[in-house]
């Protein structure tokens, strides 16, 4: 078996092999940048309308379980690195069948993602410019992040690079402003002290568990990094650096951010869901123009999720094709870019939008609920994988675990309860219910499909 310091170069099926033209400064930065998304700076609105103050223990709680899975994931990846990332793994690790499971199901949740977040640059920008139809605008977007995927690998990591800059630049001077607040040093403003934390829980339990499921889905994006790091001049270098250094960022920017804003901003504030938290955090502080500032934040957020996700789409299906579980000509490879995936992936992105338009009651909110509960489906595709194969690396090839699981086999196997204990807490909620339930009937017929694709290989 290779040793830790060999590259695995996959190639496509006209035997033409991916280019490694991503640096360490770029995974670096996606690593950073792929979880502070739209979700955070808008969607933790609604989280913490319903927990309140607690919203802080549920991101904390389920930024514990973010870690592991990165750590898990880390792992693997030092040891294997894949475009498949996950999905190799899995294959690796269980049977071709959860490749074929986890990676299908992940390509369909990237590429409508994709559509959702040109739907809502879109918005933005025809607030800006009304009049302009929102969809000539998706349009646009998909046609420039296409292009640049089509170019060159290269081309992906400088965009994502300097997007997911300017993310953290923008998170980092909100924690530095609303600190200093928080302390009464900033010129202008008052100390809140503890007045907004005093009803910490105050929709009780099931206040909580809404926050907790709002902020679990949050944390989507980690998995870029693992993806990325094949097309890297060093990966088992990179993606091992990449994994530790966003650890303690991550929940800095995550944890330290809800608490700011909820010691800034009464918790029942209509603005916190109306504006956004981090729009209501800054005009309490009085900061001019703080709405079109975080527009303009968000935005940059929705176009770099836009330009990870054809990246990411692309590259798993790839991979798939690569090893025999999907339509030859996606692994074709042009110029060390899979140029026929990327084109698909986003097509089926933009076929996403038109249904936002045609059928947005029934076939676009079907495929809304389908996505529903994927990563945590993926994120326990992770685990299973990493307790198989971490026994198998031990014995076979210690040499390749440049990153180790922390207190291997318990920790992963808290992290699968932590799990299993979204799962229940999605089934006891109406509103998640039937996510759960559509992801899994997705889920159960791509694994029926992928096992009997197994099962009819193994006869050849």
């Keep these: 078996m290779p040793s830790s310091t060999t590259q695995e170069t996959p190639t496509g099926t006209d035997g033409v092999s991916l280019s490694h033209g991503l640096k360490q400064r770029h995974l670096s930065m996606i690593a950073l940048g792929g979880v502070i998304g739209a979700g955070l700076f808008v969607g933790s609105g609604a989280g913490i309308a319903a927990a309140g103050p607690s919203i802080v223990v549920a991101y904390a709680l389920s930024g514990l379980l973010v870690m592991l899975v990165m750590r898990m994931l880390g792992e693997m990846s030092a040891a294997y690195p894949s475009s498949g990332s996950f999905s190799a793994h899995a294959e690796r690790a269980i049977g071709p069948w959860a490749g074929f499971t986890a990676g299908w199901s992940f390509w369909v949740l990237l590429c409508t993602a994709v559509g959702l977040e040109g739907i809502g640059a879109a918005k933005i920008v025809s607030g800006w410019l009304p009049g302009t139809p929102e969809w000539v605008w998706v349009a646009l977007f998909m046609v420039v992040f296409c292009g640049t995927n089509l170019a060159a690998v290269k081309n992906f990591g400088e965009f994502e690079f300097w997007f997911a800059a300017l993310k953290v630049a923008a998170i980092s001077l909100f924690l530095v402003l609303g600190v200093l607040a928080v302390l009464g040093v900033l010129p202008g403003t008052d100390s809140p002290g503890a007045s907004n934390l005093t009803d910490f829980l105050p929709n009780g339990g099931e206040g909580l568990v809404i926050g907790l499921l709002a902020s679990v889905f949050a944390y989507g994006g980690l998995e870029t990094v693992t993806i990325a790091a094949a097309e890297s001049e060093n990966p088992v270098q990179g993606v091992a650096r990449a994994v530790r250094t966003a650890m303690w960022r991550i929940a800095l920017f995550y944890i330290g951010s809800m608490a700011v804003i909820v010691t800034l901003v009464p918790w029942d504030s209509k603005e916190v869901v109306e504006k956004g938290p981090y729009v209501a955090a800054l005009d309490e502080l009085g900061i001019p123009g703080a709405g079109q500032l975080m527009n303009v934040v968000v935005l940059v957020a929705l176009l770099s999720a836009m330009n990870a996700n054809i990246y990411g789409a692309s590259r798993i299906a790839y991979s798939l094709v690569e090893r025999g579980q999907g339509p030859k000509g996606l692994g074709r490879v042009s110029g ?21 338009y045609w059928r947005p009651d029934d076939v ?23 307790l198989r194969l971490r026994r198998r690396l ?5 040499e390749r675990l440049a990153v180790r699981m922390w207190a291997f086999p318990w920790l992963t196997w808290v992290a699968l309860a932590g799990m299993a204990a979204v799962f229940v807490l999605m089934a006891r909620e109406p509103d998640t219910r039937v996510q759960l339930y559509s992801t899994g009937g997705m889920i159960l017929a791509l694994a029926a499909v992928g096992y009997a694709w197994q099962r009819a290989r193994a006869k050849r």
Aim: proline letters at 4%; a neutral charge; hydrophobic letters at 65%.
């Design 336 to 356: 060390g870019v899979p140029r026929i995936a990327v084109l698909a992936s986003s097509v089926f992105g933009f076929l996403c939008v038109l249904l936002s």
């Design 364 to 386: 676009f909110a079907w495929l809304l609920n389908m996505i529903g509960a994927v990563i945590l489906a993926v994120w326990i595709f992770i685990a299973v994988s990493q």
């Design 394 to 398: 031990e014995r076979e090839a210690p």
